[in-house]
């Protein structure tokens, strides 16, 4: 089974000069607590991160999809899958 999962989106309007990013990995740390990271921001700048802890790495994917789906949603697109 797939330890680590990463997804990248990004959502861009010139009209709006909106550059934005944001990307969801699922992983563990160095002590095997499944986590939630969580990126945002423009792109080129500095971002900002959360990090959720899990309690396995089927309830991180679920979560992990959800957010994708809300982030289509706003009209965010997949980049490089």
């Known amino acids: 089974m797939e330890e680590t ?3 990248h989106f990004e959502r861009r309007d010139a ?3 909106m550059q934005r990013f944001y990307r969801l990995t699922v992983t563990r740390d160095l ?3 499944v986590l939630l990271l969580r990126e945002w921001g423009r792109i080129g700048v500095f971002s900002r991160e959360r990090a ?3 309690r ?3 309830d991180a994917w679920r979560d992990a999809e959800r957010l994708a ?3 289509c949603r706003r009209g965010y697109v ?3 899958e």
């Open 52 to 54: 959720e802890e899990k």
């Open 56 to 58: 396995s790495l089927a």
């Open 15 to 17: 009209a709006r000069n």
């Open 78 to 80: 997949p980049v490089g």
């Open 5 to 7: 999962r990463s997804s």
């Open 31 to 33: 002590f095997g607590t």
């Open 69 to 71: 789906a809300q982030k």
